[in-house]
């Protein structure tokens, strides 16, 4: 707690010390949003970008890029597309008039045929490439025989090549303009979009062919630039593919720089397979390829220009601020960058999504408040009990007293006197079932000129009185019930809110000493994510090649794990692969500290298909075991869906996280609200914790339970009504702790009292449990089975239904296995 405060208070000591910094901080900050503004959001890149397309060449006479640069923009930005033509012209006019006049042609030439053909268009994204092929092969053959009146093959040759690069470069600027349009994008670079890229910016870079400064290539220093900046971002593979493509756009627009594409791809892929360097590294990567393609390539001549170009790359990509190359990362996947982008991107919608299960959590909590508040006793209850019993006196002066002559005597002079005998009346004939005792009705007669017609009305008023105090009483328990339901729901989701909000721990050391330790021992793990080391709960995942069916994990690495954690861990689910060269995906869990086995006999009446009795075991995800029975009333198909549907619904609730109580007065509520039929339905919970044992039996007009413990037989009993008839009831829980080797032995009342001439049935079932020679659940089912029936002379009179579950340590199958190294690292 020191730590963390000192680490609070710190920082304000030095807010004086920090302020230039923070200065000077805001004001890059500032400077850089004055860039991107300038440049993206204004447009003034395209412009840039235009000029240096204007100037590119193809083969040192082609120019293909302006018409589709142009195109592209004028589709996706609009009003920008001034700026770009502008461009364009710009940059064609510092090669010539004509390529200037060509230009300008071409984009109108482009703009008048596109605008007449939009009407008829349906995909006008799908039908652009064309308009630029056929523009450029037009556009080429008019402007050839304009300046030759003449045409040749070979012009019309060169034509179709310029269209179709034309067609091409469209393609690419329609994918790779968007990626530098828009100062915000979040979603990551596919690998064409950054081949597009890449094209677009080696051919923005042919437009600097013939610039130099102090006799040094500014392409070749840009383009080495651009290699050394991809392959530190992204590695070998894009490097490499950086270089590749770069060089070949180059090798194209000027045949002479041929060889720079292999100096280009070697220095990408040297660079990148030296990235873990750093800057440094990068930097070194692509000096050694210029010595090496400078000694032994073409341009050994010129070897000394060639590494001054190298060495005026290097500077500028050291210069090169760690943001830019950080922001590019984060949109190439299979960078430590993208990662983390992705893990910020995941952590925020997770702190959403908590936020939202919280905020509903306190609407539920908001209401069962609201419910439960007319439960709590308050001081205006009894005024509103004073209150009706006026309402109800009143009820019966308007039909009696209103109309007599005595009124002003009894209810001005005598109120108190008068009230308090209509006060006895009311509880007399309520306590005397509607009859008034002699001695109260003598005094009535002498007091009251109208006895008998104030007693009839007030016995007819009693009736509405009394049906209103039970329509209330009704009321109050369903809100009382909604205010429970609401409560379980919101301990649910606020539980759940924590869960999720709850950060998966950094857990990369442990996950590097686990992988070391188990490729010492020889087992090849592609991949180990740990989500949690807790005690009792450790969740780790696996990613192994496939083992062909030797079942390794569970006989290897789960021993191996379990001497590593200090706890037996055992594989929870696993998911092969279908082929020889796949994975696996392996869980590996905690083991419980105890495991049931279960075993059920069951029999409907009269040998029938069809049993009224349902029973379930659930394995519930919070380390729980339930075992659950119940009893639909009478027999047939409709008593088999009355205890089939309550199973369900209980089974579904439970899972959820809701208590069990809750559950169960969410079920009776269900039951008892769905239907006017006297239908009703017996349950017999019992809930098992597998770390414990302790075990927690809810029985709702259920036959009593049994356990076995040795030579001991211990009874479970608790009396509630059946599911269903009333919509609120008290659920008694009976806690027992069970041990090893107890045997849990729950039943019907087919099967408790199923024994024909029997007085006793609790004596009689502890008789024939204790006189079971075996352990096997299923064999105790079918024996306790077998003798009701037995002595009811083979007839079955009732469904009957026995689950036994037996309660067991939990012994791994495969013993630990001691990992010595791992246990000496961590230490």
Not at 651 to 673: M, R
């Amino acid at each position: 707690m020191e730590k963390v405060e000192r680490n609070l208070i710190e920082p304000i000591g030095d807010v004086n010390f920090d302020r230039p910094k923070l200065e000077f901080a805001k004001g890059i900050m500032k400077f850089q949003s004055g860039l991107e503004t300038f440049f993206i959001k204004k447009g003034y890149l395209l412009l840039i970008i235009g000029f240096l397309l204007g100037r590119a060449l193809i083969l040192a006479k082609l120019t293909p890029f302006c018409l589709p640069f142009f195109a592209a923009v004028y589709f996706i930005r609009r009003d920008k597309a001034p700026l770009a033509l502008v461009g364009l012209v710009a940059g064609a006019a510092t090669l010539s008039i004509t390529n200037t006049v060509s230009a300008f042609g071409m984009a109108f030439l482009f703009l008048f045929t596109f605008r007449i053909a939009k009407k008829w268009l349906k995909h006008e994204l799908r039908a652009l490439p064309f308009f630029v092929f056929f523009t450029l092969l037009g556009g080429g053959l008019l402007k050839t025989f304009i300046l030759t009146k003449n045409m040749t093959l070979y012009d019309g040759m060169m034509a179709g090549v310029e269209a179709s690069l034309g067609f091409i470069l469209t393609l690419i600027f329609i994918q790779s303009i968007p990626l530098l349009s828009f100062s915000k994008r979040r979603q990551s670079l596919k690998t064409e979009e950054i081949v597009c890229l890449i094209i677009m910016l080696a051919s923005v870079m042919t437009g600097t062919i013939g610039w130099s400064v102090y006799d040094l290539s500014v392409e070749h220093i840009m383009s080495r630039y651009l290699v050394l900046l991809f392959a530190f971002v992204a590695g070998a593979t894009v490097g490499s593919t950086v270089g590749v493509v770069t060089g070949l756009i180059f090798s194209l627009a000027n045949v002479t720089s041929f060889y720079h594409m292999s100096l280009l791809a070697f220095a990408g892929l040297l660079g990148g397979l030296l990235k873990e360097g750093r800057k440094i590294g990068v930097a070194a990567g692509l000096f050694i390829a210029t010595l090496l393609m400078g000694m032994y390539g073409e341009e050994s001549a010129n070897l000394l220009k060639t590494v001054l170009e190298t060495a005026v790359a290097i500077f500028l990509f050291l210069l090169t601020p760690q943001a830019l190359s950080t922001r590019l990362a984060k949109h190439i996947p299979g960078t430590a960058e993208y990662a983390a982008e992705q893990q910020q991107y995941m952590r925020k919608m997770r702190d959403v999504t908590a936020q939202r299960v919280a905020q509903f959590s306190n609407v539920f909590q908001a209401l069962s408040k609201s419910f439960s508040s007319y439960d709590e006793p308050s001081e205006w209850e009894e005024e509103e009990k004073d209150r009706e019993l006026d309402y109800f006196l009143s009820n019966v002066t308007g039909k009696t007293c209103q109309s007599c002559f005595k009124k002003d005597h009894c209810w001005a002079r005598n109120f108190d006197t008068t009230y308090a005998y209509m006060e006895n009346i009311m509880s007399d004939l309520d306590e005397n079932n509607g009859a008034l005792s002699p001695r109260l009705s003598r005094e009535w007669e002498k007091y009251c000129t109208r006895s008998k017609k104030v007693t009839e009305v007030i016995q007819q008023e009693l009736t509405f009185f009394y049906a209103n105090q039970k329509l209330k009483k009704q009321v109050q328990e369903s809100r009382r019930l909604v205010a429970d339901q609401l409560r379980g729901v919101s301990e649910v989701m606020g539980d759940f809110a924590k869960e999720i909000q709850r950060e998966r721990e950094n857990h990369h050391k442990q996950e590097d000493l686990i992988l070391e330790a188990l490729q010492d021992f020889g087992i090849h793990i592609e991949q180990v994510e740990i989500y949690s080391l807790e005690q009792r709960n450790v969740d780790i995942d696996m990613t192994i090649p496939y083992c062909q069916g030797h079942g390794e994990c569970e006989k290897l690495i789960a021993p191996m794990l379990s001497d590593i954690l200090g706890e037996t861990i055992v594989v929870n689910s696993e998911e092969c692969s279908t082929y020889p060269n796949g994975f696996c995906h392996v869980t590996f869990r905690s083991a419980k500290a105890f495991t049931v086995d279960t075993g059920v006999a069951h029999a409907a009446k009269g040998g029938g298909f069809i049993s009224g009795d349902s029973y379930s075991t659930i394995e519930l995800g919070c380390g729980k075991f339930a075992i659950a029975i119940s009893d639909g009333m009478g027999n047939g198909e409709r008593a088999h869906i009355e205890s089939k549907e309550t199973l369900q619904l209980l089974q579904k609730i439970l899972q959820s996280g809701i208590k069990e109580k809750v559950a169960i007065k969410s079920v009776n509520s269900v039951l008892s609200l769905r239907t006017t039929d006297e239908i009703f339905s017996t349950l017999d919970l019992a809930m098992i914790d597998l770390q414990n044992a302790g075990g927690e039996f809810l029985k709702i007009g259920s036959s009593p339970s049994f356990i076995k413990r040795g030579n001991k037989v211990l009874k479970i009993q608790a009396s509630n009504l059946p599911m269903g008839i009333i919509q609120e009831f008290e659920v008694d829980v009976v806690s027992e702790q069970l041990k090893a080797e107890d045997l849990l032995i729950m039943m019907s009342d087919g099967i408790f009292e199923g024994p024909k001439h029997v007085e006793n049935f609790d004596l009689w079932m502890k008789r024939k449990i204790s006189e079971l020679k075996t352990n096997d659940p299923q064999d105790v089912a079918d024996l306790i089975m077998e003798e009701v029936i037995r002595s009811r002379s083979g007839s079955i009179e009732d469904d009957m239904t026995v689950v036994v579950a037996k309660i067991k340590h939990n012994t791994p199958k495969w013993a630990s296995i001691p990992v010595h190294s791992i246990r000496q690292k961590a230490n």
